[in-house]
């Protein structure tokens, strides 16, 4: 049977127009007044005053992740029934084999981690922590089993790597067509920054952490990974980047002629550094993430770029941690397991905090949460569009139904929202994975059918 999804607006990374949606089983038919064109039993649907926007594509999660001596609350279960209840469709989470082990054994936990437990479609980053000729030729069995982005770490003994490491990568992703994000702190900066803290007295005051990791020391790794790539002459994607000093390090490349993708995070958008003073420390400690959040100048500055369109996307960076998981760092700042929940909140704060507080156009959200995503990392037009031919994964999102943002009636384990209390500009009615409803006013009404995708060549 066929849907006709009636009376909405159709939100692309261009315009924001009134039109019908027919769907035909998993795929998106036709658009337009299509009426006349829908069979006797087509399902009708009406989403008057509604915004239809493709399947947000959430780039950047960790679910079932081993770190800091635990493990991320949200596994593929969990997180992914989070991500679809707040409109996300497809997930792009990162494979991390250890230092010493294969990509080959990396995919391998990773599709045991997620297969069958998937609520909404996913994919996979490869991390490349380990840098040796049979890494180099693993590559090409990533990028033919639809792994087609990379990741890499300029801080984390654990993961990263040196110079000539991420310069022989990037040479050797370049000429197969792979592209790679870098999480950009100086690490020995950092290292001596946290040296200094403890000695001070400072080791169990939450504060302590973004002390030791300034936007400097981000904006000086973005810049070096850029002049390693201008040597490479390769693509970068800046994951999580959170500051103005990174954002002029990423203009001055592009002066150079460099390609330089972008993509940030809600609470780096829309929070401040004010959370980590909380007199609660339990409270502070729940927005602990590296990088951490910055100053207010610094989500303006990121707003304008993304206007500007030189951030592109935004994912959620989401690595959750219950608050009794944080508590391991009490009295030793470095111990708490450093992640934010946000999966299943980043449509409707970006929505308000951006379209509703006119930071951002209904066009320029679908490009940062779909389009943009879709096109980095190989999915589109299957994804990131409601075109004929595309997945029928649709938003519904009605923009008069206001609610307050409660971490404990979300579906994340972490058991809490860092936006408590956050008053949403309207919110997400309805959710289809593939043309199939999964979402319905909050309750995830569809099944554990995620599928694997593996996906091609960037194309932004
Ligand atoms: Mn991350």
Redesign the pocket.
């Known amino acids: 049977m066929k849907k006709l999804l009636r009376g909405g607006f159709v939100v692309t990374g261009q315009s924001c127009r009134r039109a019908d949606v027919l769907v035909d089983g998993e795929k998106i038919e036709k658009l337009g007044h299509v009426m006349a064109d829908a069979p006797w039993d087509t399902e009708i649907v009406d989403v008057s005053g509604c915004y239809l926007f493709p399947g947000f594509i959430d780039a950047?999660?960790?679910f079932d992740l081993d770190v800091c001596d635990t493990t991320t609350a949200d596994d593929f279960d969990s997180g992914t029934r989070a991500a679809i209840r707040g409109g996300t469709t497809t997930v792009v989470d990162?494979a991390c084999p250890n230092k010493g082990e294969t990509l080959a054994h990396g995919l391998v936990l990773w599709h045991e981690k997620a297969d069958g437990k998937c609520w909404c479609d996913y994919g996979f980053h490869m991390t490349i922590d380990d840098w040796n000729p049979d890494i180099e030729r693993e590559l090409d069995d990533m990028l033919a089993a639809g792994v087609t982005s990379f990741?890499m770490y300029l801080t984390y003994p654990a993961m990263m790597l040196p110079d000539r490491a991420l310069y022989e990568a990037l040479v050797a992703l370049r000429r197969r067509g792979g592209v790679c994000g870098f999480?950009c702190e100086n690490a020995g900066v950092i290292d001596a920054r946290i040296a200094e803290l403890k000695a001070a007295g400072l080791s169990d005051k939450v504060f302590a952490h973004p002390l030791a990791r300034p936007d400097y020391a981000e904006a000086e790794a973005v810049g070096r990974v850029l002049r390693i790539a201008q040597a490479a002459d390769a693509p970068v994607i800046l994951?999580?980047t959170t500051n103005r000093e990174a954002l002029g390090e990423a203009a001055a490349a592009r002066r150079r002629g460099q390609t330089v993708y972008v993509e940030t995070c809600p609470q780096y958008l829309l929070l401040d550094d004010s959370v980590y003073y909380d007199a609660d420390w339990a409270e502070a400690a729940k927005y602990v993430c590296?990088p951490p959040i910055r100053k207010k100048a610094d989500a303006d500055a990121l707003w304008k770029a993304l206007r500007r369109g030189e951030v592109q996307t935004i994912s959620t960076?989401?690595?959750s941690f219950t608050p009794a998981q944080k508590d391991a760092g009490r009295g030793d700042f470095t111990k708490i397991p450093g992640?934010l929940p946000g999966v299943e909140t980043r449509g409707e704060l970006i929505y308000t905090g951006g379209v509703a507080a006119r930071r951002m156009s209904l066009a320029g959200m679908c490009r940062a949460l779909s389009e943009n995503p879709a096109k980095l990392y190989g999915l589109y037009p299957r994804k990131g569009a409601l075109e004929p031919g595309s997945d029928a994964d649709i938003v519904v999102y009605d923009p008069k139904a206001d609610h307050v943002l409660c971490g404990a009636e979300l579906a994340s384990r972490a058991g809490y929202t860092p936006f408590e209390g956050f008053a949403t500009s309207g919110s997400i009615r309805s959710v289809y994975l593939r043309g199939a409803l999964a979402v319905d006013r909050g309750r995830v009404v569809g099944a554990r059918n995620g599928q694997y995708l593996a996906r091609g060549r960037c194309a932004l």
Do not use: E, M, R, Y
């Open positions: 950047h999660t960790h990162f990741k999480h994951v999580h590296a960076d989401h690595c992640g």
